[in-house]
């Protein structure tokens, strides 16, 4: 059973923003017979702030992939990906309901099923989902931004890192939910196991004022201690950077437990 705050936590910071544009929220997903958070749900959405209403996007959203994917029966894969449908629809029909002149409604949105044992996951977007082993940081998800696009492109030597880390579009998206057909979905259909001590991340693109290595050397201290003191940790460290342009920030821990847990 995974317990609040000792196991999993998440925490908010607005950053320079005007609003707080990121809505999460935890959910228990044991099923009928198993004991009570045993597994739980994390889902993600981070509203995006050209569009009407982002803050109302990423609440709706979440808000019905939840409760989508506990209507729904089947096996767990198909459960995620008929609630991202479903949390889709619900702003395309909102959407639907405003002035012609307003842009669409959209947000990102990463859901992330978690047990003791294995984790999967749905995403759109580039909200990031990661998992620390044993001193090493990988994200499991695809970045649906113009990032990787740009990384190539460097790669192949027709531009360099630091004109793709500088590049205006970098964080454009080419992936949202806004009530039209998806044109990307990372979707993790078999499960990934995990091990005692692993900590899963899953955030919104505000977390990236942190580099890869920060946020690794970060864990590797903190991987002894409760989900609540890596999450304030990581907040902490964000905020410390005191960046000019910094978005608004969600971070989600949970670790899996059966090591070792400083109180």
């Not at 999993?8 to 005007?18: C, D, M, P, T």
């Not at 998206?173 to 039209?180: F, V």
């Not at 590797?220 to 902490?236: E, M, R, S, V």
């Not at 608004?248 to 821990?253: D, Q, S």
């Amino acid at each position: 059973m995974f317990v609040q705050e000792q196991d999993f936590a998440a925490r908010q910071y607005k950053g320079r923003r005007e609003n707080q544009e990121d809505y999460y929220a935890f959910a228990d997903a044991a099923e009928l017979g198993e004991e009570p958070l045993s597994k739980i749900l994390l889902v993600v959405g981070d509203g995006l702030g050209a569009h009407a209403g982002g803050s109302v996007a990423s609440y709706l959203a979440v808000n019905a992939f939840v409760r989508a994917f506990h209507e729904q029966p089947g096996d767990a894969s198909w459960r995620l990906r008929t609630a991202l449908d479903t949390a889709n629809d619900t702003l395309g029909f909102i959407t639907e309901r405003m002035p012609a002149v307003a842009p669409p409604m959209g947000t990102t949105m990463l859901s992330v099923l978690i047990s003791q044992k294995e984790v999967q996951w749905i995403s759109v977007g580039d909200s990031p989902l990661f998992l620390y082993r044993k001193g090493n940081l990988t994200r499991l998800n695809a970045d649906h931004s113009l990032a990787p696009l740009l990384e190539e492109r460097v790669k192949a030597g027709q531009m360099t890192a630091e004109e793709a880390a500088n590049h205006p579009g970098r964080h454009t998206l080419q992936s949202a939910l806004m009530g039209m057909p998806l044109t990307l979905v990372d979707f993790a259909a078999d499960p990934i196991k995990l091990l005692p001590d692993d900590i899963i991340i899953a955030a919104s693109d505000g977390l990236f004022t942190l580099t890869h290595k920060a946020l690794q050397e970060l864990l590797h201290f903190g991987q002894n201690t409760t989900a609540d003191k890596i999450t304030d940790a990581i907040l902490f460290a964000i905020r410390r950077i005191n960046f000019d342009r910094q978005d608004n920030a969600t971070i989600g821990v949970v670790k899996i437990p059966g090591g070792t847990t400083d109180s």
